[in-house]
């Protein structure tokens, strides 16, 4: 047991989401081979890898969107791993998708609205939303299709937080966005968690995990390869998770 499961137990914290042995094939190809996790109230879970490690699957499984091969996930304490998608997200499992995934032809805030036609009661509101994100006000008349990335990005994390999730799976935000405006989409992350809302985050940057991971899981061809708080792993042992080299400076499987 890890030394801060162990603390949470003894805390009496209950895990908030959990996935165990999870297996998930893609037709022939298996994505994930048999992954855990498990994700306490308030934290920022970060997943890192780099393409084609299952970082994604793993996301879209979670919300239902992929159905596996063998294992579980459990969400407050009950089992879900056969739970339509549409129902885990009213029972709180909310997701930003890769690509934003807006709706083009919809104004911002008629996406917003979209996002709040099943919400859970919470304390996210549109105009909480506009307040997170203060530029969107004046301009929730403008289509997304004539967006920026950020600012599309921007209005798929409103859609969902509009949803009052209580955990938020957040999918590769920092794909395709200069660095200035990744700083600034994850400038709002200390807001949603005050808010009560717990972070599942698949990230491709590993810097910008490891600052604000308060545990992180690195996927290489859908394993783990490493597990651990910032403050327990070396940039090192990262590197090597993330890239499959062993101590010995070759990649796993070779020499």
């Given at each position: ?16 989401l ?23 109230p ?9 393409n084609?490690a ?6 879209r ?14 969400y ?20 930003v998708?890769?690509g ?10 008629e ?6 036609t099943?919400?859970r009661?919470g304390?996210?509101?549109?105009e909480?939303?506009?307040d997170?994100f203060?530029?969107?006000?004046d ?28 955990v938020?799976l ?20 200390p807001?949603?968690?005050a ?7 698949v ?14 899981q ?5 394993h ?16 090597a ?5 062993n ?9």
């Amino acid at each position: 047991m890890s030394i801060r499961a162990e603390a949470a137990r003894q805390d009496g914290v209950a895990p908030l989401l959990e996935v165990r042995d999870l297996v998930v094939h893609h037709g022939q190809l298996k994505a994930l081979s048999g992954i855990s996790l498990t994700v306490y109230p308030g934290e920022v879970y970060a997943i890192i890898g780099a393409n084609g490690a299952g970082k994604s699957t793993l996301l879209r499984t979670i919300a239902g969107l992929h159905r596996p091969s063998d294992g579980s996930i459990t969400y407050e304490g009950k089992d879900v791993t056969g739970l339509r998608p549409e129902k885990r997200a009213t029972a709180g499992i909310g997701m930003v998708p890769e690509g934003r995934r807006l709706f083009p032809s919809l104004t911002l805030e008629e996406n917003l609205k979209v996002g709040a036609t099943y919400a859970r009661k919470g304390p996210w509101t549109i105009e909480r939303v506009y307040d997170l994100f203060p530029w969107m006000k004046d301009r929730r008349g403008q289509r997304t299709a004539q967006m920026s990335g950020g600012e599309q990005q921007s209005v798929a994390i409103g859609r969902a937080l509009v949803a009052n999730p209580r955990v938020l799976l957040l999918d590769e935000l920092s794909l395709g966005l200069a660095p200035v405006i990744v700083q600034r989409i994850y400038a709002m992350l200390p807001q949603v968690l005050a808010s009560g809302v717990t972070v599942l985050l698949v990230e491709q940057d590993v810097s910008q995990a490891l600052r604000v991971a308060s545990h992180l899981q690195c996927l290489l061809e859908g394993h783990t390869t490493l597990e651990g708080t910032p403050a327990e792993v070396t940039r090192s042992q990262v590197e090597a998770a993330y890239f499959g080299i062993n101590e010995g400076g070759s990649p796993h499987g070779l020499g």
